[in-house]
């Protein structure tokens, strides 16, 4: 009935309010994504046809099977479910799609703390997602650069330097990010912003260097009017975020690395075939990205994610040539590969977090030992996991929040 809420695991979905609930918290679900998880568990007693499903969640608009399959996946991320395991939604090759995890319904009593929760990436009781609450603003570096950057959530601000694929908006969306902003923004307010050359930043722009990248967090520093405040950097956002440190010490209260690195590939070849290995890695990134090759554009997410399935590596590749321009993804990774901040982490002053996956197929967990005895007070702490970005669905990722939380509070 359209007024009840269905149980299933530790989620509930209120009809009523149009919201999905995990443990009593709002969960952000794409609004589409959610009218179609909503429409499978009403009639999850048949499977569902494809055509139905286009015409309810879509009406009379018009969208391909593409569309479908996005919602469906996200709709399976939502409820902790994937396209390999299909424990709750289940494709049934040809007709449709069922529902088929057991459902109780509850009535319409919404559980208690329903749409209490602050955080982001969460949908409210008023039916507005993290990205319908969040505010993007606009700032200007030094060079006139546009960079876009915005807020969401409240309580005490952290604040994620910019890292490459990253896009303001579009991360709501994609598996690739959206478990990322809900679980940050949980009773913060969580500060981001796109890289000059990325997402809603400036594509086409004069400088195009680490430098700039530091200059770049310095300005939005300054825009959203911050004194001092916990610092996160992602890849290879941790050395911007070790060089803005160094250079503001009395800004940054804490720092937080994630799969990060000092020195990029080349810098930290140390023999003729680990320098001969990372130039061959760059030409082939090159011509991957300059003919925009979907094999190695595959191969590329798989280091991002390793135990991903073909559908998250070509939902990450989507979503990875919505963020940039060929050119300008050749261009990061050349700068990558040149970044070099051990000269100066051991300057870092404030007390720093280092995770790390530890079988990371893209960033080896080499590095993580190295930021951990370069930078003095330092704590590495490394996550059964193989993925550089961790997916909502391996354990390391709810160990990896509780590591950030402890370490913000006390």
Not at 276 to 281: G, Q, S, T, W
């Amino acid at each position: 009935m359209k007024g009840d809420t269905y149980r299933f695991g530790e989620f509930e979905l209120d009809m009523a309010r149009h919201q999905l609930r995990r443990a009593g918290e709002p969960v952000h679900v794409e609004p589409r994504a959610l009218d179609l998880l909503c429409h499978l568990v009403e009639h999850r007693d048949r499977v569902v046809p494809k055509g139905e499903l286009l015409d309810e969640v879509w009406g009379d608009r018009f969208v391909s099977e593409a569309a479908l399959t996005t919602a469906l996946r996200t709709a399976r991320l939502a409820v902790g479910d994937t396209g390999s395991r299909q424990q709750l939604i289940r494709t049934v090759h040809r007709r449709g799609c069922q529902f088929v995890a057991p459902v109780t319904a509850v009535g319409d009593t919404p559980s208690a703390g329903a749409g209490q929760g602050t955080g982001a990436g969460k949908t409210t009781a008023d039916g507005l997602s993290g990205a319908d609450r969040q505010t993007i603003r606009f700032c200007r570096a030094g060079d006139g650069t546009r960079i876009a950057y915005a807020a969401v959530g409240s309580g005490p601000p952290l604040l994620k330097a910019a890292n490459w694929m990253s896009h303001l908006d579009l991360e709501w969306t994609t598996p690739v990010w959206s478990h990322w902003l809900g679980g940050l923004a949980r009773n913060r307010r969580l500060i981001r912003y796109d890289e000059r050359g990325c997402g809603l930043s400036d594509w086409v722009v004069p400088g195009f260097t680490f430098d700039d990248w530091v200059d770049d967090l310095e300005t939005v520093v300054e825009a959203v009017g911050i004194d001092r405040f916990p610092l996160l950097g992602v890849s290879q956002g941790g050395a911007v975020a070790v060089a803005y440190a160094v250079r503001h010490p009395e800004r940054v209260s804490r720092l937080i690395l994630a799969g990060a690195y000092a020195r990029g590939r080349q810098v930290r070849a140390r023999s003729e075939t680990e320098g001969a290995a990372a130039a061959l890695d760059l030409d082939v990134a090159r011509v991957g990205w300059m003919h925009q090759d979907p094999k190695f554009l595959r191969v590329f997410a798989s280091q991002f994610l390793p135990d991903g399935t073909p559908e998250d590596w070509d939902e990450f590749t989507a979503f990875q040539r919505q963020t940039t321009s060929p050119s300008n993804g050749v261009r990061f990774l050349e700068e990558f590969a040149r970044i070099d901040v051990s000269d100066i982490a051991h300057r870092v002053a404030c007390p720093t977090l280092i995770l790390h996956s530890r079988d990371d197929e893209r960033v080896p967990v080499s590095q993580a030992n190295e930021l951990a005895a370069l930078i003095p007070d330092s704590r590495l702490v490394l996550l059964k996991s193989r993925s550089h970005l961790l997916t909502a669905f391996e354990p390391a990722w709810d160990e990896f929040l509780s590591h950030i939380d402890a370490f913000l509070t006390e």
